[in-house]
């Protein structure tokens, strides 16, 4: 442990001798025009891969997430001991006709 505390009182005195001249010749020299690189970067790289994703999420989708589960009455879900203090009371205050299950099963639809 002492180790540790010399290592760390070493770092500190070194960390104060260095200037700010000395800090920024530590780093690589930088192109002035190493902006268009990234930009190229980003026109190449970045956009398709972003346009690809949104294919891959939005466009390839098959339309299966949207169908409710099958409902299974299971006897520890859907309790209702007090009906809730809006609407009917059987509906929760963000109930969603299509996933969630009332303590029945899912609301019938007319589509």
Known sequence: MSHLARTYV?????SKTSTLGQVRQMSAG??????????????LVGIPVIVLGHVNAFGMSDGSEHMAPEFVPYDHLRIRTKGFPWGDGNHSLI?????????????EHEE
């Open 10 to 14: 070493k770092f500190l005195q070194q």
């Open 30 to 43: 930088h192109d002035p025009d190493g902006w268009k690189m990234w930009k190229k970067v980003f026109f």
């Open 95 to 107: 109930h969603n006709n299509h996933l969630n299950a009332l303590p029945n099963g899912y609301e």
